[in-house]
Each structure stands twice: as structure tokens, then as C-alpha cells.
């Protein structure tokens, strides 16, 4: 007898989660799944708190997520799907990969970073990568913004702190520092941010794309 032809093995198409509140993106990603087998794009969330509710409902391999939501940023978002969906890969999908907060989102479980001026096909093959557990570099980078670069990284800890309404006490001891600590890195921040107290600061730095 002759051997027998074995069928091809067919893989399930990665499921993918896009968080992001731009229906451009949103629009951009499903093509992208569309001109490929290999991903399958299975839910869209304009939010944090819609992402945490529809991941614990379509159970994502890959969830790509903007650094900046409506309602929180990345860094949060990430250690509550790393809590609600554990399996689930996590890659930070932005307009501004010198953010402060990119570094603050890798600790808090994301596996990477692409820019949103990535080609079609980095952006396929970044999603593959996660996948499969490789290390993820930065893809595609765009021109650094000054007031981004000029934040620190404890400065913009605490400044997001700031942001979400955390008093200096609060601050202070969410992140093991003296209040006169804090105190600092908020007058670093005001002088930086050319603002006269917390709430202009907060405002500025929305406008440089901080929050």
C-alpha cells in the first residue's frame, strides 16, 4: 500500500483584542486581520474598564492597547488584565513610544511596544511575536516630543498620581517615598511643566500628551 497523504495542520487564527478609544485604529486593525488567516480580531474596546469586561468574555491571546484610555492609563489597565486574563500577551499600541508611561506599562506585564506609524506588516509580525513569547522591541519610532522626554520616570509616577486624584500622603505611601519627597517631584514638575500648581500641571501635561 502506498503511504497515506496527511492533511495540513491548520492553526487557530490568533484572537486579538484592540483597546483603543480612535475608530481610525479600530478600522485599521480589522483590516489588518481581514488580509490575513493568522489573526482574528475579536472584540474592540473604547475603554479601560469596557476592556476588563469584554477580555474576561472573548478570552484574547493578544490584547493591543493604547497607552492613553478615557478613563485610565496603560500602566493600570495592564495589571488589572494581567490579573483577569493571565494568559493574555499584552502589547502597548502608540502614538508616542518615548512616553514616560511606556516603561511604567512594561513593568506593570506588557510584552512590548509598536508605534501607530508602524507598517502593516510590522505590525502583523509584532502580534505573531507576542504569540509566540518572543521579546519585543520598539517598532517604528516617531520624533521625540521635549516635554514627554523631560519627565522623569518617578516624576511621571507621580504625576499620573496626581492626575487620578491621590493627595501627597497617598502618594507618598503608595509609593514608598517621604511626602517631602513628593513634594519635590512636584515643584521638578511644575517648573518643567511652566505651571503654578497641581491642577495647571495636570493641564499641561495633557496637552503634551503626558495624560
Not at 518615548?98 to 506588516?121: F, N, Q, S
Amino acid at each position: 500500500m502506498g503511504a497515506q497523504l496527511r492533511a495540513p495542520v491548520t492553526l487557530a487564527p490568533i484572537r486579538l483584542l484592540v483597546v483603543d478609544d480612535h475608530p481610525v485604529v479600530r478600522d485599521g486593525v480589522a483590516l489588518l486581520a481581514t488580509s490575513t488567516r493568522r489573526i482574528e480580531m475579536v472584540g474592540y474596546a473604547p475603554s479601560g474598564k469596557a476592556a476588563l469586561e469584554l477580555a474576561a468574555e472573548v478570552l484574547p491571546d493578544v490584547i493591543l492597547c493604547d497607552l492613553r484610555l478615557p478613563d485610565m492609563l496603560a500602566p493600570e489597565l495592564i495589571a488589572l488584565l494581567r490579573r483577569s486574563v493571565p494568559r493574555a500577551r499584552i502589547v502597548i499600541f502608540t502614538a508616542y513610544p518615548d512616553h514616560p508611561a511606556v516603561c511604567a506599562a512594561l513593568e506593570a506585564g506588557a510584552c512590548g511596544i509598536v508605534a501607530k506609524d508602524a507598517a502593516r506588516t510590522d505590525l502583523c509580525a509584532v502580534i505573531l511575536g507576542a504569540m509566540h513569547g518572543e521579546e519585543l522591541a520598539t517598532v517604528h519610532s516617531t520624533l521625540p516630543n521635549r516635554a514627554r522626554t523631560m519627565v522623569g520616570r518617578r516624576e511621571y509616577d507621580v504625576l499620573r498620581r496626581v492626575a487620578i486624584g491621590e493627595t501627597n500622603h497617598e502618594i507618598a505611601e503608595a509609593m514608598n517615598l517621604s511626602p517631602n519627597t513628593v513634594k519635590a517631584y512636584l515643584r521638578n514638575l511644575m517648573q518643567k511643566l511652566d505651571a503654578r500648581n497641581r491642577v495647571e500641571a495636570i493641564s499641561r501635561a495633557r496637552e503634551a500628551g503626558l495624560l
